[in-house]
């Protein structure tokens, strides 16, 4: 894929996830600062833990600032134009927006690590791992409980649309069309499950042996 494509993906996913900390900062009722971090930690965070996983150092935001200075014009400019909007549209607009990021950075993270050279289960877990990192962040941060560890239908994604990047890689060669078809399948997946509420089976009822 062409860096300048890949860096503009890398872009509209770090904006979109950065919208996602906005969203449930504005949820949430939290000021100005709060609202950074949050915005902060789920734009970045996925593919921080990705870098020191792999061994890249340094991270990419640290030789690459304007990912930082991205973030804050995100909360700038979205602040406003958020305040009109009732809660249950703040959080609607929330799982869609985190839906779309999931999709990016899943494809990112999946096609960074095998351009290092790492096999393809693993490629699967570091897009897994850049998809949902930031937002497991957010959430521990927000005291919630990160959607990844729910019932929903949402690290299931990542995985799925993880391995179709590695099979199409393997199959076509091409990581344009490999990253594509990842995004397309992680987020159609994700956005099923929330039309149509899909859920993992959930264990809570087990007793203990």
Known sequence: MPDRLLYSLDLMGTVVFALSGVLLARRLHMDGFGLLVLATVTAIGGGTIRDLVLGVRPVFWVT?????????ATCVLAVPLLRPLSHERVGWLLLRADA???????????????????????????????????G??????????????????YATAGIAGGLVLVLSHAWWGDARWAMLACMVVTLLIRLAALRWHWHLPSFGGLERP
């Open 64 to 72: 690459q600032p304007e990912y930082l200075m991205l973030i804050v």
């Open 100 to 134: 779309l990021g999931l999709a990016t950075f899943t494809a990112i993270g999946a096609n960074k690590a095998l351009q290092l050279g790492a096999p393809g289960i693993v490629a699967v877990a570091m897009g897994v791992l850049t998809g949902v990192g930031g």
């Open 136 to 153: 497991m962040i957010r959430d521990v941060l927000a005291r919630e409980v990160p959607m990844v560890l729910c019932r929903e239908v």
